[in-house]
């Protein structure tokens, strides 16, 4: 089975994305499933269930980050997939962490990024981009052709990244998307992230309120300082 991660910030279009590429692969006789992980609100799962009438389940993280959700729940949702005799699973993060980033070695990294959402996102979101396998600039049709330029050229000094610009809405250059699905291999077990994840768990993680660094522990830092350590 394959395995598409597809990550990006809020309302960047990625399910728009993950719809298209959906619609041409199932077209061409795959079979496919389709997991979300979100915070506390998704539909997603039964648009594609409804829609394309594949396999789809949703999860909520709660008070988990999403991207860590995703690394405990991937093991489990892959045995699914394979059960339900899916060729392809998508799976569709939240995309709330910009230091974290889903990806596992084997799958197909997709981080999409909306072109009208400032000319200096792609230095802004860190791992979410540099560990991925390609960028998806959506929403072309709402810039002009100089800012799609500078937005490109932001990404690549970003990241060494192969990019993709769609208007996803209307299916419009979704194919070097769906293509590089049909080269990519199968997932092969051990299941590893792709990148070491940040630095956790901080007192804040596990749920201690107070304001100011002098009444926490571990990695801590002032206004004024680098990140250092403080023991109990």
């Known amino acids: 089975m394959k395995v598409i991660m597809c990550a990006g910030p809020p309302t960047s279009g990625k399910t728009t994305v993950l719809k298209q590429s959906a619609r041409k692969l199932i077209s061409k006789g795959c079979k496919l499933a389709y997991l979300k992980i979100d915070v506390q609100f998704a539909d997603e799962d039964e648009i594609f269930r409804e829609e394309f009438g594949i396999p789809a389940r949703k999860l909520y993280s709660g008070d988990l980050c999403p991207d860590h959700c995703s690394v405990l729940v991937l093991g489990d949702a892959i045995r699914w997939a394979g059960q339900e005799k899916a060729d392809v699973l998508f799976v569709e993060t939240a995309g709330l962490c910009l230091r974290c980033a889903p990806y ?51 990404i690549t000094d970003a990241a060494d990244i192969a990019v993709v610009e769609t208007d996803a809405l209307h299916g419009i250059n979704i194919e070097p998307v769906v ?22 768990t901080c007192t804040i993680c596990v749920g201690k309120k107070d304001i100011g660094w002098e009444k926490h522990f571990g990695i801590v830092r002032t206004l004024e300082s680098d990140l250092f350590y403080r023991g109990q």
């Not at 999409?112 to 960028?135: F, Q, W």
């Not at 293509?179 to 940040?198: C, F, H, N, T, V």
């Open 104 to 154: 596992i070695n084997g799958s197909l990294g997709i981080v999409v990024l909306e072109a009208t959402s400032g000319m200096n996102l792609p230095r802004k979101i860190g791992a979410m981009l540099s560990l991925a396998d390609v960028a998806v600039v959506t929403k072309i049709d709402l810039v002009s052709q100089a800012e799609k330029e500078v937005f490109r050229a932001n």
């Open 179 to 200: 293509g590089r699905i049909e080269k990519m291999a199968e997932i092969q077990e051990p299941l590893m992230l792709r990148g070491s994840p940040p630095v956790a």
